[in-house]
């Protein structure tokens, strides 16, 4: 059920081949609200490598303050997660 609804967030991204940096931005933080998604999670979702992703959008917003890690101390953590901030929500 909720996975669902977070397909129905990513869609718009998902049928690109590419997209606004801002536009992937917003729907991150649209995903990552309320819930903590690892960079597999959000590559299926967003039909993106989980590489691209962490290394072009996830840690760049993170140093933006617009993510917050679950595991703020081990960064190189496999299972990784990822949640919008206060600020975001």
Sequence with gaps: QEWRQLQAIAADIAAKARAAPDQVR?????????????????GELLHRHPDGLRSRY??????????????????????????ATETQT
């Design 26 to 42: 917003g729907t991150i933080i649209a995903l990552c609200r309320g819930r903590y998604l690892t960079a597999a999670e959000l």
């Design 58 to 83: 996830l840690m760049p917003m993170v140093e933006q303050g617009l993510l917050r890690l679950r595991y703020a101390a081990a960064l190189n953590r496999p299972d990784q997660a990822y949640t």
